[in-house]
C-alpha cells in the first residue's frame, strides 16, 4: 500500500508569498489540476502521482478535460476535490442565515456570545429604496444602545451573584458571555457578523447560485463578489452560476393550484415545539434495520419479523446497539432508517444555532411579529424587561410599516428576539448528535430549551429509540443508569 498527501489547504496569503519569492507569474497555481488527475483515475491506468504530474505541467489540458468530465459527462463530483476558504466580513446577520443553510460547507461565525458587539450594522439597500433609511437608522440605533444598557446591567446582576465562578481561571469572561448571550436579543438581524466559510468546487457553484437568485441585495451582491475571487482561478470547475428558470419559480402558482385551504391556527397560540411526524413506530423501524443487517434478511421480512417481537426484546436489542459507545461516538447508521418531524417557533438567536446542524432539512418561514418575541428570563430578573417591551413595540411599529410594502425586507428591523416558524425533520442518529450538543450544560439555555421540549416530545413515540439521548455532561450518568 502507498498513501501519498496529495494536497491539503492553507492560507492564500502564504500561497501568493511563495509565488512571489519564486518569481512565478503564470496563474495556473489552481486546484483544478487536483480534480483533472483525480476525474483521469476511472480510466487511465498509471499511478495518480504521473496523473497529477501531468495535471500540473498541462494545466490548459487540464482545464479542457475538466470542462469535458464536470460539464460534458455530468461527473460533477469530480468537482468536489477542489476546495476554497474564504472570510466573509460585514454581512448581515439575516444575510448570513441564508449562506449558512448549505449543508455541504463549513462555517465558523463571530459568536453574539462571546464577543461585545460594537454596534456595527447594515443599511440594506432595499431598505433605502423604500424611503425607511432615516427610521431604519434611528431604530437600530436605540436597539443598540438598549443593548449597552442591558449588558451593563447584566454584568452587575451576574457579577453579584456569580462570586465564586469569577475566582476561578476564565470564570469573569464565562459571567460576562452569560451577560452579552441575554443582552443580544435586542439587536437586529441587519447586525454585522463575520465567519469562515469552507467549501469545495461544486458546492460553491451551487451557493452562487442560489445566492445570486436571493431576494436580498446583499447575497447577490456577495454571490459576484465570490464568483470574481475564483473565476479566473478555477474556470474549468464553476461555471453555471446564473439563476435557472427552475430556480427562480417562485410559489405563486402553487398557491392557486391549492385553491382554498383549512382554517390556520392563530399564530400566538401555536405552540413552541410540536412533534407533527414520524416513521410509524421507530423503535420497531430501526430493529428491523438492525434485524436485516445482522441476519442478511430482506428489509421487509424483517418489519415483518419485529412486528412479533415483544417490547422486553426489543429493548434488549437497543441496550445491545448502544453498548459500549462513548460520548464522542454517533450512533450507528440503524438510526438513520427512522425520521421525527417537528414544527417549532423559535427565536432568531435560537434559529442562528439550530440551521447548522446540517444534516437536518429545515423549511422555514419568514421573521414575524405575530409569533410574539423571546424574553430572556434575565432581563426579566434585572426588571429590565418594560424597556425591553418598549423596545419591541417600536420594533414592530417600524417593521409593519416596511412590511407593508415588502415584509422580507422588513425583518431587517426585527430583533434576535423576534421569532419564526420552521418544519424541521431529523433522522433518529442526528437526533442524538443533536441532543448531545444542545441538551449539554454548555449549550445556550434557548436552544436548551426547546431541545429538551423536542425530546419530550420524540420520548412518547419512541422510547427505546432515544433511551441514550441526552447532553454530553450527563452522558456518563446515563450510561450508568443504563447498562449499569
Ligand atoms: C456550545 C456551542 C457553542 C458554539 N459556538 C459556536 C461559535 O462560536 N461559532 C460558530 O460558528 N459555531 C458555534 N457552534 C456551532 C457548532 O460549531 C456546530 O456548527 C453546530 O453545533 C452543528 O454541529 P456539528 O457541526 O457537529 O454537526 P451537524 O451539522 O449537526 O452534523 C452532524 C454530524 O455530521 C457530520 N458532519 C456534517 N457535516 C460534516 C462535514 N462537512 N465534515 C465532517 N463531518 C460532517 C459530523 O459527524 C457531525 O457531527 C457552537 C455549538 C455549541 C454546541
Known amino acids: 500500500m502507498k498513501v501519498l498527501l496529495s494536497g491539503y489547504n492553507f492560507d492564500a496569503d502564504i500561497i501568493n508569498e511563495l509565488k512571489k ?12 489540476t487536483l480534480s483533472a488527475a483525480y476525474a483521469r483515475i476511472s480510466r487511465d491506468p498509471r499511478d495518480i502521482e504521473e ?24 461527473h460533477s ?38 464577543i461585545t458587539l460594537e454596534g456595527d450594522f447594515v443599511i440594506p439597500e432595499e431598505i433605502k429604496e423604500l424611503g425607511f ?32 465562578i469569577i475566582k476561578k481561571k476564565n470564570g469573569k469572561r464565562t459571567v460576562e458571555g452569560w451577560a452579552k448571550e441575554d443582552a443580544r436579543y435586542v439587536v437586529s438581524l441587519a447586525t454585522e457578523s463575520q465567519f469562515g466559510m469552507s467549501v469545495n468546487a461544486r458546492s460553491l457553484e451551487n451557493i452562487l447560485r442560489q445566492l445570486g437568485n436571493s431576494e436580498l441585495k446583499e447575497c447577490r451582491d456577495l454571490s459576484k463578489k465570490l464568483y470574481e475571487l475564483v473565476k479566473d482561478l478555477s474556470p474549468s470547475i ?3 452560476i446564473e439563476p435557472t428558470l427552475y430556480d427562480r419559480t417562485g410559489n405563486a402558482e402553487l398557491i392557486d393550484l391549492f385553491g382554498k385551504t383549512g382554517k390556520s391556527p392563530k399564530r400566538a397560540s401555536i405552540p413552541e415545539v410540536r412533534l407533527v411526524d414520524h416513521t410509524s413506530d421507530p423503535d420497531r423501524a430501526i430493529t428491523a434495520a438492525i434485524l436485516s443487517d445482522v441476519k442478511k434478511m430482506s428489509y421487509k ?11 422486553d426484546k426489543i429493548r434488549k436489542i437497543f441496550i445491545q446497539v448502544l453498548r459500549n459507545r462513548m460520548s464522542y461516538d454517533s450512533v450507528k447508521r440503524y438510526f438513520e432508517f427512522a425520521d421525527a418531524v417537528f414544527e417549532i417557533v423559535l427565536s432568531a438567536t435560537n434559529y442562528a444555532q439550530m440551521k447548522r446542524h446540517r444534516i437536518a432539512s429545515f423549511i422555514t ?31 414592530e411599529k417600524l417593521y409593519k410599516k416596511i412590511a407593508a410594502s415588502s415584509p422580507l425586507h422588513a425583518q431587517y428591523v426585527l430583533t434576535n428576539a423576534h421569532r419564526r416558524k420552521i418544519l424541521l425533520k431529523m433522522n433518529f442518529r442526528e437526533l442524538y448528535h443533536f441532543f448531545s450538543l444542545r441538551l449539554d450544560e454548555h449549550a445556550q439555555w434557548d436552544i436548551r430549551n426547546t431541545a429538551e421540549k423536542m425530546l419530550a416530545e420524540i420520548r412518547h413515540a419512541a422510547p427505546l429509540s432515544v433511551m441514550m439521548c441526552c447532553g454530553k455532561n450527563d452522558f456518563t450518568a446515563r450510561t450508568e443508569e443504563i447498562f449499569g
Open 301 to 311: 421480512d424483517a418489519v415483518k419479523e419485529v412486528r412479533s417481537y415483544d417490547g
Open 77 to 114: 463530483s469530480v468537482a468536489e476535490h477542489a476546495y476554497f476558504n474564504f472570510d466573509i466580513i460585514g454581512l448581515s446577520r439575516l444575510a448570513v442565515e441564508q449562506v449558512q443553510k448549505f449543508r455541504m460547507a463549513s462555517f465558523t461565525e463571530k459568536s453574539q456570545r462571546y
Open 365 to 395: 418561514e419568514n421573521y414575524e411579529t405575530e409569533l410574539g418575541f423571546t424574553l430572556p428570563p434575565n432581563i426579566d430578573r434585572i426588571g429590565m424587561n418594560a424597556e425591553f417591551n418598549e423596545i419591541m413595540k417600536k420594533t
Open 238 to 240: 464553476i461555471k453555471y
Open 133 to 164: 433609511e432615516k427610521e431604519f437608522t434611528g431604530l437600530v440605533k436605540e436597539q443598540n444602545r438598549v443593548y449597552k444598557k442591558l449588558y451593563d446591567a447584566l454584568i452587575e446582576y451576574l457579577f453579584d451573584r456569580n462570586s465564586d
Open 51 to 74: 496523473l497529477r504530474k501531468e495535471a500540473r505541467e498541462e494545466v490548459d489540458k487540464s482545464r479542457k478535460s475538466n470542462e469535458a468530465i464536470i460539464f460534458g459527462l455530468g
Open 21 to 32: 519569492k519564486a518569481g512565478w507569474e503564470k496563474d495556473n497555481v489552481t486546484p483544478e
